[in-house]
């Protein structure tokens, strides 16, 4: 059985393009639903003058792996190359395994 796959992902938007980074996550969310993926947690940055400071932090979840490339790899999320460059000037994620938190005790 493949394990849940969990990303976090920092979002920086290019200065103005809020709306279009809007219609950009919209449309991939319904994308990511066709291979079990869901945006789990939507974390909006308060805005501050430095530019180095993200605009929105995702917990995604994919059921595995390969639920994450199909996802990628689907016609739908690929012609939206051109308003994801114009909404978004950076992307950083990370990929792992949900773990228990500390101090659970196990089911």
Known sequence: MSEKLS???VLHVNAG???EFER???AVATIMQRYGGALERRIAIEP???PSQPHEVHVVSFPDRAALD???ADPDFQALAGLR???IRETVFWCGADRAPFGAQPA
């Open 7 to 9: 990303l976090v992902v």
């Open 17 to 19: 393009r809020e709306a």
């Open 24 to 26: 950009f996550e919209t």
């Open 48 to 50: 501050r003058d430095d």
């Open 70 to 72: 199909r996802y990628r």
């Open 85 to 87: 460059a114009e909404a």
